[in-house]
């Protein structure tokens, strides 16, 4: 315990009990004993905000190395671009028709341009019940 022997922390008491007497002793140990535990709780404070200060640090590098991969894999693998022989510009691929000659996929007319109605929800069964 911070490099004090058994014999130095003898004498500190013998010397405490001369000087401070042993009436005013308990209330000197009580004083001695609320400075020792607001000093380990600035220390656990310190602690704790250093090792948040790592803690995002940490992150602020994880975000920076994902953030570079992420731009690495668009870069080796960008968005679909238009095909350039596709007439409808639908950006889809070839399809190979029975007869050997290449089709573009095309998406139906009515799902491109027209949006369904939102389903109206049924009301719960809970709703309905009479209340006493």
Known sequence: MFGVDSTELLIVALAALVFIGPKELPTAMRTVGRWVGRARAYSRHFTAGIENMMREAE?????????EENERIMREHPIAVPYAGDPAGTGAPPVASGAGEAEPLLLPEAAATEEEPPLPLPEPEHHKRDLP
């Open 59 to 67: 992150l602020e590098e994880m975000e920076k190395r994902w953030r």
